[in-house]
């Protein structure tokens, strides 16, 4: 019998909901109109589907529909709002508030700013991957435009106190964003309830398409106002030019509808397996550890590190027959430990043997029950061929 093939990497990506997909196939060639097309009926059908969607996307996070900038994902979204500010705001000052363990996604374009006289502070986290909301307070300026401080870590699942972030940068008037693609559809996310002005998210994270997302933009209390990363026929309000992905738009509106409806449902079915997958981790094993603060935490992510077991080896023992993603990073020269816990401060060591379970709506007991066995025979077997781990073991080794 074939080994079966389980995905537990729903934080890289979820898979298209059935729902969601039957939804879209109408407007690949039943209805193809261009949404910006006024003067026939195929423009005007493809214009109220999108309207729909703007409404479904802009309802889950209790925001105006006439708040949703669609973009082609949360990369964009993050360089939309980031650029967008800062090329606006430059009269203001050029000083950006982010944190260490954002997604590249802000932290590459925060890099490219720098190199275009922006100057960036990038805040500590402490060993639970929370920032420290004095630092945060200490760090703001005069010259400081813009705070960006992610919802929810992809790697930990880590949530930041959004409401009190929100609160400190009200009282220093500075516009605060969030690339919130891991939260959104999976907890509450209400930026206009903590103050957050811009925020980034994706469907492909939430059962829907992949290729497109949406930034939101506060259009009322504060307005804010950002340059166009790209220019062309003024769609989007003038601040995303091209015509609309409108297969994708209307599979990403079915996406946050259901997501309305079944988050918290989705969500304590998630929590309880990963529960049971994370306490029989550490039954099973010694020298396991968990990564990230327990208590504000998404409900279907777990990041355990398995001492004296590389994660990419005990991956390798069940022929990656469990999609599951390590706590290394391969770059063009080397593979390299996350950022994200290594600014936890994890030792490389630590971070090479982190494993990350993200779950999602389709994963079934069955298939956490495989997983566990899967993992705790891997980082056995692993453990078993490791000289380090058997002087660990003798007590040759400290700590
Ligand atoms: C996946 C992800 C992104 C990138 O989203 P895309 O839609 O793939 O561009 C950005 N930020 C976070 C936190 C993510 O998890």
Redesign the pocket.
């Known amino acids: 019998m074939a080994a079966p093939l389980i995905y537990l990497d729903n934080?890289a990506t979820t898979p298209c909901d059935p729902r969601v997909v039957e939804f879209m196939l109408p407007y690949f060639y039943e209805k193809p109109g261009n949404a910006a097309s006024r003067n026939h009926p195929f423009g005007w059908v493809a214009e109220e589907a999108v309207m729909q969607a703007r409404d479904q996307v802009s309802e889950l996070i209790g925001v105006e529909a006439r708040e949703i900038v669609f973009t082609s994902?949360?990369?964009?979204s993050?360089n939309l709002a980031l650029k967008g500010i800062f090329e606006l705001y430059r009269r203001k000052g050029s000083h950006i508030i982010t944190v260490k363990t954002e997604?590249k996604?802000?932290l590459d374009t925060c890099g490219r700013i720098e190199r275009t006289g922006g100057e960036v502070t990038y805040l500590e986290v402490g060993m639970d991957g929370l920032i420290s909301l004095e630092a945060l307070d200490a760090a703001i300026r005069p010259d400081t435009i813009m705070v960006s401080v992610?919802w929810a870590?992809?790697e930990t699942g880590v949530v930041q106190p959004m409401q009190k972030i929100g609160e400190i940068c009200d009282k220093h008037g500075v516009l605060l964003m969030s690339?919130a693609?891991?939260a959104v559809g999976k907890i509450p996310v209400n930026p206009k309830e903590v103050g957050v002005h811009l925020m980034?998210f994706?469907a492909?994270?939430m059962y829907g398409p992949?290729g497109v997302?949406a930034l939101y933009v506060s259009r009322r209390q504060p307005r804010v106002r950002i340059a166009p990363l790209i220019d062309g026929g003024g769609h989007e309000q003038g601040m995303r030019s091209g015509t609309l992905n409108v297969p994708g738009i209307v599979g990403f509106g079915k996406a946050a509808e259901l997501a309305a409806r079944e988050m918290v449902q989705d969500g304590q079915r998630l929590r309880r397996l990963r529960d049971k997958l994370e306490n029989a981790m550490l039954n099973k094993l010694e020298e396991a550890y968990l990564n990230g603060n327990l208590e504000t935490r998404l409900p279907h992510v777990s990041n355990i590190s398995f001492r004296y077991a590389e994660s990419e080896a005990v991956m390798m023992t069940f022929n990656q027959g469990v999609a599951l993603s390590s706590g290394s990073a391969c770059t063009s020269a080397s593979i390299e430990p996350s950022h994200v816990l290594i600014a936890m401060g994890l030792s490389a060591e630590m971070a090479h043997s982190a494993l990350r379970f993200s779950l999602g709506r389709f994963n079934t007991e069955e298939e956490i029950d495989y997983a566990i066995e899967a993992v705790v025979n891997g980082v056995n077997k692993v453990r078993g061929m490791s000289p380090v781990w058997e002087l660990f073991k003798e007590g040759m080794l400290d700590g």
């Not at 994902?73 to 964009?76: I, L, P, R, S």
């Open positions: 934080n994902g949360a990369t964009e993050n997604h996604a802000v992610m870590n992809n690339d693609t891991q980034a994706t492909h994270k992949k997302g």
